[in-house]
């Protein structure tokens, strides 16, 4: 089966290997993404939020400690690449661009440097950003497993309350048929007398 890799799905080092990569371009070791990704950097201030996934670049970068004329540089110079025509050979684009950039006076070395800076930020934003999610996650099913339990619980106070009450119907309707006994013996009639001329009792409505 072909080697399939999608774009973004291997780095290495400071480089992304996608499909359609250069033929005769070895595919890299199982492991080497892993052992190849940029190093973690330290973050200066807060991190930024990303509501809705929507990332903050210039934030993010601040707080790894990159300065506004560091993102320039770089920023400059993917707009010089993106301007150019995409049809434009490799060499072509690397000559335009950097005789460009050494017009504005800006160090090639500097701009490296900047873009280096960068992934690494983007690269620990990301494990900062994981590292939440996974500690939310963990949270998040920890309270859902609490309230699991007090439902569990809950129903269970249900069905012993359902319960209890069956039980007391049954008690008190036994012990009504016991003192029925009673009111039989004395007969229907009598014991209507007496309800209808005892203050204590309430007469039964008649059946509609």
């Excluded at 949270?139 to 619980?153: G, T, W």
Aim: net charge negative; proline share 8%; glycine share 6%.
């Amino acid at each position: 089966m072909t080697d399939k890799r999608n774009w973004g799905s291997t780095v290495l080092g400071w480089f992304v290997v996608k499909d359609g990569a250069a033929p005769g371009t070895p595919a890299p070791p199982e492991n080497a993404a892993a052992a190849s990704e940029p190093p973690p950097v330290a973050f200066v201030k807060d991190i930024p939020a990303a509501p809705g996934g929507k990332v903050d670049f210039g934030a993010v970068y601040e707080a790894a400690g990159i300065d506004s004329e560091e993102q320039q540089r770089v920023l400059k110079a993917a707009d010089l690449l993106s301007a150019l025509p995409a049809e434009t050979p490799p060499a072509v684009k690397k000559r335009i661009v950097e005789a460009s950039l050494k017009a504005f006076g800006v160090p090639l070395d500097k701009i490296i440097e900047g873009a280096v800076q960068e992934i690494q930020a983007l690269e620990s934003y990301i494990r900062a950003g994981a590292g939440d999610t996974q500690k939310v996650l963990e949270e998040s099913q920890k309270r859902i497993a609490d309230f699991e339990d007090e439902i569990k619980r809950i129903k269970a106070v249900m069905e012993d309350r359902v319960a209890e009450q069956q039980a007391v119907v049954k008690a008190c309707n036994d012990k009504k048929l016991e003192v029925q006994h009673v009111l039989e013996f004395f007969g229907q009639e009598t014991v209507a007398r007496v309800v209808r001329e005892s203050p204590k009792l309430v007469e039964p409505a008649p059946p509609r």
